[in-house]
């Protein structure tokens, strides 16, 4: 059974970073596609950034782009997302979310419900 628990959230000023880290039990994250989301409470959950099978191509949300940065460490194991230049609107909780390629190997989803393993989350708060 794969699990997935992530870790690095935190209360943070605006304009500041956070290294948000995921790792897996029961898998390995290079025979998984990945990616990161998050939610407010009441809201539905939001793509962030993701990575292909392969860890070779990612895609980003537009308020993402040149802010997070999402990447994995193969000999870690483990799935990180990079964020910088935090703002109150960030505050939310973010997930980890892993899929099997399907055979897809460059294919990258921005749709949470094709992901079919999730970590609990990990608070992010972002003070003004």
């Known amino acids: 059974q794969v699990h997935l628990v992530e870790s690095g959230g935190g209360l943070m000023q605006a304009g500041g970073s956070l290294s948000l880290s995921c790792a897996i039990s029961?898998?390995?994250?290079?025979?998984?596609?990945t990616a990161w989301f998050r939610q407010v409470h009441g809201q539905e959950r939001e793509f962030l950034a993701a990575l292909s099978f392969v860890g070779s191509t990612s895609s980003y949300a537009d308020f993402a782009k040149g802010r997070f940065i999402i990447y994995r460490d193969i000999r870690q194991n483990a799935l990180f997302l990079q964020m910088n230049g935090l703002q109150p609107e960030d505050t939310a909780v973010y997930y980890c979310a892993a899929r099997h390629s399907r055979g897809r190997y460059y294919y990258i989803s921005t749709n949470f419900t094709e992901y079919e393993y999730w970590g609990r989350g990990t608070q992010v708060t972002v003070s003004s």
């Open positions: 029961g898998g390995a994250f290079e025979n998984y596609a």
